[in-house]
């Protein structure tokens, strides 16, 4: 197709550019040259039918489905109908969605008012690769972006298509959810002062699983206090100080070293949606291996 194309009246078909199939029981029996050239002229005249079809009905771009051979491909060429041979199923739908078409399974079936619109359509390629992309863009109805993903190796690619999706989910989680936390493990270090004071509360050996599940949740900020190289057990033991005196839930681990341990300066977030989802998600593991009673070995079943 062309490299580029403003004002696009696009028609979407997804009925091949060939001519119909004869129906009789043994096939089509050409027997002398004028049989050759009837068929010939039958194929053309069924084509020109076809583009003029198109071509009538005011669009400008074609997309088909089930492609078209190469006596098609120059017919629409010679009508300037730049065309893309083969668009799969899917993307045939958000196409027709994204731009207003409707889609028409035959040729007798193209009008004016299912054609769609696009504000601009171009091929376009990346560097010195051969891969080449169609971009359909300013449709009145889209709401979707296309992303590519490049590297120089499949496991750089696969790297980055996982960054995206995380990318992709905080923003997910952040329209479900718009409230926010403090990031740099000041939220599971006020949750274990919380469930620490909870635990003096408590009589009998109950309090010491609450208690556990106090320590656990320290075990984050200490984590990125040692990635960050500070000593741990100091750093978390001053930062929860602070906590407790200024009574302040967004003082975090300081891992950018910025001076400053507050995340809300820092401005250092968390969804709450995914901070709940990681808390109920470790401690449904937790309780899963302490059903576990007691594991038997192969050797013991001898």
């Known amino acids: 197709m062309a490299k580029e194309i403003h004002d696009a009246k696009v028609v979407i078909l997804t009925c091949p550019f060939e001519p119909p199939k004869p129906k009789t ?31 009538d009905s005011g669009a400008n771009v074609v997309l088909c489905q089930w492609g078209f051979d190469d006596e098609a491909n120059h017919l629409l060429m010679h009508h300037k109908l730049p065309a893309v041979r083969w668009v799969g199923g899917v993307e045939i739908e958000l196409l027709a969605i994204a731009t207003g078409a409707r889609i ?69 989680n952040m329209i479900k959810c718009k409230s926010v936390v403090g990031g740099g493990g000041s939220s599971e270090l006020c949750c274990s002062i919380a469930i620490s004071n909870e635990a003096d509360k408590i009589k009998g050996v109950e309090q010491y699983a609450v208690r556990a599940f106090a320590d656990a949740l320290e075990e984050i900020p200490m984590t990125l206090a040692e990635n960050s190289g500070f000593n741990p057990i100091e750093y978390v033991s001053k930062l929860r100080e602070e906590q407790v005196k200024e009574n302040n839930p967004f003082l ?11 995340m809300y300066e820092q401005g250092i977030f968390e969804s709450v949606l995914s901070k709940r989802q990681q808390l109920e998600l470790a401690t449904q593991v937790v309780k899963m291996i302490l059903k576990i009673d007691d594991v038997i070995a192969p050797q013991e079943y001898e």
């Not at 029981?25 to 069924?46: P, R, S, V, W």
């Open 25 to 55: 029981k043994h096939g089509l029996e050409i027997k002398t040259a004028e049989d050759y050239e009837k068929l010939q002229k039958m194929e053309q005249d069924y084509f020109t039918d076809m583009v003029k079809r198109v071509k």
């Open 104 to 172: 028409v399974p035959r040729f007798e079936e193209i009008t004016p008012d299912k054609l769609g619109k696009a504000g601009c359509i171009k091929e376009i390629s990346f560097g010195t690769s051969s891969d080449r992309v169609i971009l359909i863009s300013e449709c009145p109805n889209a709401k979707a972006v296309t992303v590519l993903i490049r590297g120089g190796s499949r496991t750089i690619c696969d790297e980055a298509k996982r960054c995206l999706h995380d990318a992709i989910c905080v923003v997910r």
């Open 252 to 262: 975090g681990v300081d891992a950018n070293h910025q001076g400053t341990t507050n």
